[in-house]
């Protein structure tokens, strides 16, 4: 059974830094792409970056573009969100998802972890 876990959310002030974490089992995972999403109160989910299983190409939605790095360790089949100078527009609940397409739309993802709730204060 495959799983998706997140982890790392919390609340931080603008201007903070949080770094949050997937962890990924149940299949073999060296062919499919990472992506986080968020989904905000109201809001449609909003694609926030996407990263290769190997790391080696990774793409950002402009509002994070700049701020936002993800990373991969496919050892540990974690893969990683950093997320440095937030602002209060940040919040939101973050999921990580995998798929085989490299793709910033989330139909295309087959896989989804619970997600973490991320609250940037002002």
């Known amino acids: 059974q495959v799983q998706l876990?997140?982890?790392?959310g919390g609340l931080v002030q603008a201007?903070?830094?949080?770094?949050?974490s997937c962890a990924a089992s149940g299949r073999t995972f060296s062919t499919y792409n990472m992506n986080w999403f968020?989904?905000?109160p109201g809001k449609e989910r909003?694609?926030?970056?996407?990263?290769?299983?190997?790391?080696?190409?990774?793409s950002y939605g402009d509002s994070v573009k700049g701020r936002f790095t993800i990373s991969a360790d496919n050892a540990k089949n974690l893969t990683y969100l950093q997320m440095n100078s937030l602002k209060p527009e940040d919040t939101a609940i973050y999921y990580c998802a995998a798929a085989e397409k490299y793709s910033k739309y989330a139909?295309?993802?087959e896989?989804?972890?619970?997600?973490?709730?991320?609250?940037?204060?002002?």
């Open 5 to 8: 876990v997140e982890s790392g």
């Open 111 to 122: 896989y989804w972890g619970q997600g973490t709730q991320v609250t940037v204060s002002f």
């Open 107 to 109: 139909g295309v993802y």
């Open 38 to 40: 968020r989904q905000a």
């Open 15 to 20: 201007g903070g830094s949080l770094r949050l």
């Open 46 to 58: 909003e694609f926030v970056g996407v990263i290769t299983w190997s790391g080696d190409l990774a």
